[in-house]
């Protein structure tokens, strides 16, 4: 296909399943002018025989040699890309009819974003609605500060516009986080947004990851993080490690010395970058007194200690006043 607008990034590994669920919500959509790029990672499975049954002139397949990763083949789609726009999306995942219509539209009407995502409905294995749902709405000024603390965007979400995609592309030794450590790239030097509008199905089921396996998770957190408070010049060792994630998990605080570290934590975040300028001081102050709160209300077990502790914070006291 000649010069299409918008290029969509496809990686597909061994997910028979739902492959074909997703190649039809890709090509049924209402707008049309895109390529879709399927990079099979060397599947064992029936995958890739399903992609080769559709029938569809936008459609291109590469195949991977041998299994190489999820960051590899993104980057061996993203070097075949020709659109003014490109799309990332996971192979289980579903695109609501109007998906790329809408954000093509407000990338061409908002010069200065780029990138856009949207929120998600969360379906389990056989499609089903679960309640979860991914519905964060920050203005894009608050969402490099929010990423400090975790990923705003899901990665089928997000349609992006090609020269904000970093050098490079996807970094290949962040293959859990590969999608987070671009979002904050490009959020360095670009505004960034959810449309306020359920444009995808995010399925959950048990070869997903970040759902299945507690370790990985954490050592993928562990990996971001250290990316991330590198940049503050901030040292990563055991402790700080259990005050991110503290802060992070919503999980009860029942010890009070771990929220005085938290407390610690915040503190040093905030000083580190009124030296270091990374983030707007403002955006990054409500976030810091936005999870302060949240971590003094789930230290609620010690009930008078927490608010004690809560009241009597320069993060309280002289947060407050600032904002």
Known sequence: MDNPELSIVLPVFDRERYIGETLKSLINQTYRDFELIIVDDASTDASLQIARSFDDPRIRIITNDRNRGI????????????????????????????????????LKQYPEFGMVGSWARMIDE?????????????????????????????????VIRSEAIPAGGYVENFDLGEDYRMWIEIAEKYKTYNLPEYLILYRLHTQNIMKSDAWKVMKYDQQIFQYLFRRLEIKTDDQVFSALFNIKNSEMIRDMNQLSEIEKLLMMILQQNAKLKLYDQRQLSKEVFNRWMKCCYKSRTHFWASINKFLSSPLTVDLYKSL
């Open 126 to 158: 056989n499609g089903r609605l679960l309640r979860r749902n991914w519905k964060l709405n920050a203005k894009p000024e608050r969402i490099p500060a929010i990423m400090l603390f975790r990923n705003y965007f899901v990665q089928s979400s997000v």
């Open 71 to 106: 960051a590899f083949s993104r980057n061996r789609g993203l070097q075949e890309a020709s659109g003014r726009f490109v799309a990332p999306f996971d192979s289980d995942d579903i695109a609501l009819p109007d998906k790329f219509r809408k954000q093509t539209d407000f």
